[in-house]
């Protein structure tokens, strides 16, 4: 070796040697597992801090109950607790609902909450709300200010689905003060404040230590964005993370199995993975047809190959958690000969038919199940992707440009839209959408019996197809307790965790 | 003592070559025979290890790997060389013409072909699948336009030299046309240039490709390309590492191929480069 | 000189000026309605007229066009349609993060491709030559974004070394902008690395023969002193030229090493805000990109004409 071939290669090795140990020195300094602080990751960020004009799940998510809180909530077994409210009464024609609110409550802008405050927000939701969740409470007719701590919320009709709707996002209750700037300050009343959003990468949240319920269980929550399921499971891995709330990848949990360092579980969603044919024009406005891909689907091969078995077969659009659940998967269970009965007795025994679906992976995937299965009893089906939620909003929801498309649908009881009109399902039965309105504004007996026929109608007349039920699935480094288990709001519910680490 | 065609320029040719034939042979045959269907998914032999009935194993659906990186492939093979021949024809004559006429037209052409070079390849994928659909079809043209303005430079480089010589003067003086002139003595004497960059451009097609599908913007579900192998392997990373393994090795492979022969061809003629070898 | 640049200038400023056409040209052919993006599902029909007008997406095209590249003169980027917050501060903010990366991705390239290139020069004829050739061969074939996924594999998931992803700004904490900023900038360095190496030693082989050199090792100087002294600045000018190109290559390189790694830079940004259709931000982004671009080739051209016409074909990529 030269003198001067040494010297470079001495140098060579140094430099790297110490770059190394620089970076392994700083790689072995422990998590600040002191401070009481949590981490999340999510995937689906939020456009901004504004659900009342900007669409997408991720907005409440993060939110609702952490920093708006409305009258009353859902809780992790989907049942209906006050929150705001200390109570609540409701009048014998089930048309007034009077309400108590807690005392001595403050925004965190520091004005109180009154029964002005609610006054207004209700208010609001008729003529500043643009997103599609105000109409979830629009047959509130008044709201009416009783005393400084009373109000009362007069329905057009008795309304069976009032209280539950008014425990999501159309219920926040605002700062009259505050509306100003929705997109970039949330002012609410909840025991989280936000500090800072940085878009789509992460969201400070820091305790309100004002808080009426007490002391938040935490000092602040830091929530980071991943648009890839893979980032963000590794961020949990290499401890950068310290929770995931919904994985979307079950292929992921074997790296987390096993390991004493994290803690998974599984509970339920209201997310129901629906196939949706265009019931509004041909071929799918034929009912064989459809009930033909019912049949040639094998829903627990789909299950099985995209999530790894994870999730709840459905025969209709209702998760197990409704209380209007019956087991309807029998109806249409794989028969594929079946399925080319029914084709060929409609005269369709080779369709060619779209497949336009939104291009997130676990979507993808299941699209090609879809599509195998389909060309095995002579539907072909040709798989496009589009952009989510821009391009697929504009061509599949409004236009209702599409033969088959299929997309997650988170929000709780959303069946209800087989009966809202223009929607991109494309169904239009009169007598469905009678038997709902019956259900909506009759007794609780009425409404349970109701919705039960509701969904079995939608089932057999094949509607759509309901792929499966989506689990949720958290992992959380060992010591953080009081993540909820279940999805059961359009809120990621953060407001009970603690650590004991 | 500099010899045009020496041993290991000869030798490199050879090894790409060699390399190259297997993926362009996977890709001519997978066009009437894979030893599987690659789209269809098989629930029931999902991620099979290597064995006797699937030589590299399953993927994630149950298909045949081997058949999958056939057809992958075909992708892209197909994306390289009809975005490398997009770029030839756009790129060539627009540098040829710019190296022959000069002045104005000279100017107009090479401040053009200096706004697509501002464009990288990638930038341009991604918004002509934005703006025309995320598919093979935009991806190729996308590539095409953005290789255009190599071919056009080197072309023009070539070109300029070419005109500076004895013959062109007399040919000219001879009142040959310039089609002629262009057709007779510019494109025999830059088609090395060419090639070199063809296989340079193809090897970029190829990786670009890659990467766009990676990126979920690339040939659509459920058609298989090798970066799609990638992204859907990239989830199982941890469970079985050879659903990326291949597919990588596939492109590897074939940038490799790419690559040498283009070092090869380079070698072969530019005799000055032979003594550095 | 003087002139020579300014013409320079004037060319750079005219071409961003076209390209900026071609920019939202290309943009406002892309389908998907930002004013249904913003207000999502079941918006009425008024609301999304309403909310269109708001956006100034009923104007004709080259009222729009003139309206923003006015604004770009100003510095203002326009506000973005899904976010509504100013897009101008936010590419600000992420353009530095990639730059970072870009130029910690170069700083790893040299520091590879330099000694590994001279050396391997300097012993062409040993097996080491030829190794390093056929290494940098192979580094040059493997994508990566494939490199960036194993690395992480390696040294994030399964050693725990480094984190799996993420960006802290040099100012905010130097020794954690280091661990975050190494397996990032090494899977888009190592690549160009490859291809750096082979034109070092291009470059330096080149060098060595030159009649100088020769002339400065028959006095008896030994070959690294024979470059140092009298070779290495007419071997630096075409690897400049060379870096430049590949500094291009690298911030468009970073697009997906960004994905990898969970960044959120300028690649990112333009990943996610194409996907939601937020075209103020997509032609912003991709202006600046196409800038920085074409500031980049204006310098290599510059350097270009400065060398050997000889040089020009050879290096062409």
Known sequence: MTRTHR???????????????????????????????????????????????????????????????????????????????????????????????QPDVTFSNGTPLTADSVKFSLDRLKTDWTTASAAQLSSISSVD?????????????????????????????????????????????????????????????????????????????????????????????????????????????????????????????????????????APFSDVRVRQAVRYAIDNQAVLDTVQQGYGTLIGSMVP??????????????????????????????????????????????????????????????????????????????????????????????????????????????????AILAAAISGTNEQFVQGMTDYARLISDDAAAEFLYLLPQLNIAVSGVTGLTENSTSQSIDLTGVTRTN | MIRRHTPRANRTILVATILLALPVLAALVSLVWTPYNPIPVNAGERMLAPGASHPLGTDSFGRDIVSLLMYGARISLTVGFVAVAIALVIGVPVGVLSGMRGGRVDQVLMRLTDVVLAFPALLLMIVFGAAFGANTTSATI??????????????????????????????????????????????????????????????????????????????????????????????????????VLWPGLAIALTVLALNLLGDGLRDRFDPRRVAQR | MLPAFVRRAATLVATAVVASMAVFWLLSVVPGDPAQVALGLNASPDALAAQRAAMGLDQPLVLRYLDWIGGLFRGDFGVSVVSKLPVGPEILDKVQVTLTLVFCALVVALVIALPVGILSAIRARSADGVVVSAASQVGMSVPGFLVGMLLVTVFSVRLGWFPAGGWVAPSDNFLEFLRHVTLPALALGAVQAAVLTRYVRSAVLEILREDFIRTARSKGLRPLQALVVHGLRNAAVPVLTVTGVQLAAMLVGAVVIERVFVINGLGSMLLDRVGSRDMVAVQGIVMVLVLLVLVINTLVDVLYTAIDPRLRTRVSQ
């Open chain 1, 320 to 433: 197990p958690t409704d209380p209007w659940y019956t087991d309807l998967t029998a109806d249409f269970a794989y028969d594929p000969d079946r399925a080319r009965e029914l084709l060929a007795e409609a005269g369709q025994t080779s369709l060619d038919v779209s497949f336009a679906i939104p291009n997130q992976p676990p979507i993808v995937a299941a699209a090609q199940v879809v599509q195998s299965q389909l060309a095995e009893v002579g539907i072909t089906a040709t798989i496009t992707t589009l952009e989510f939620p821009s391009v697929w909003l504009d061509q599949v929801f409004t236009r209702a440009d599409y033969d088959l498309s299929l997309v997650n649908h988170v929000e709780p009881r959303d069946i209800v839209q087989f009966s809202t009109p223009g929607y991109y399902f494309g169904y239009s039965n009169p007598d469905a959408d």
């Open chain 1, 145 to 281: 200010v009783v005393s400084d701590t009373e109000v009362t919320i007069t329905l057009s009709a008795p309304d069976n689905t009032f209280l539950y709707n008014l425990a999501g996002p159309a219920g926040t209750i605002f700062s009259p003060d505050a509306v100003s700037d929705l997109a970039g300050t949330a002012v609410g009343t909840g025991p989280y404040e936000v500090e800072s959003y940085a878009t789509a990468s992460s969201l400070e949240l820091v305790a309100n230590t004002d808080y009426w319920g007490g002391t938040p269980g935490l000092d602040a929550i830091t929530i980071n964005y991943f648009a890839d399921t893979n980032a963000q499971s590794n961020a949990l891995l290499s401890g950068d993370a310290d929770a995931i709330v919904g994985l979307s990848s079950p292929q992921l949990l074997t790296q987390f199995g096993g390991d004493d360092r994290f803690a998974i579980t599984e509970g339920t969603t209201n997310g129901e993975v629906v196939l949706s044919m265009n019931n509004a024009r």
């Open chain 1, 7 to 101: 010297r470079a290669t001495t140098l060579a090795v140094a430099v790297i040697t110490a770059t190394l140990a620089l970076s392994a020195c700083a790689g072995s300094a422990p998590n600040d597992s002191s401070t009481n602080t949590l981490t999340v990751a999510l995937q689906a960020s939020p456009l901004n801090l504004d659900y009342t004009t900007s669409a997408g799940a991720a907005i409440p998510q993060a939110l609702l109950y952490n920093v708006y809180e409305p009258l009353v909530k859902l809780d992790d077994a989907g049942e209906i607790i006050d929150l705001l409210a200390v109570s609540h009464t409701v009048s014998d024609d089930r048309l007034t609902y009077s309400f108590t609110l």
């Open chain 2, 142 to 243: 996308a590539l095409g336009i953005a290789a255009a303005p190599a071919f056009a430079r080197l072309s023009r480089a070539g070109t300029l030299q070419v005109m500076s010589r004895d013959y062109i003067t007399a040919a000219r003086s001879a009142n040959r046309g310039g089609l002629y002139i262009a057709r007779r003595h510019v494109l025999p004497n830059i088609a090395s240039l060419i090639v070199v960059q063809a296989s340079v451009a193809f090897s970029m097609a190829v990786l670009s490709e890659a990467a766009l599908s990676y990126l979920g913007f690339g040939a659509a579900p459920p058609t298989p390309s090798w970066g799609r192998m990638l992204q859907e392997g990239q989830a199982y990373l941890y469970n079985n590492p050879l659903l």
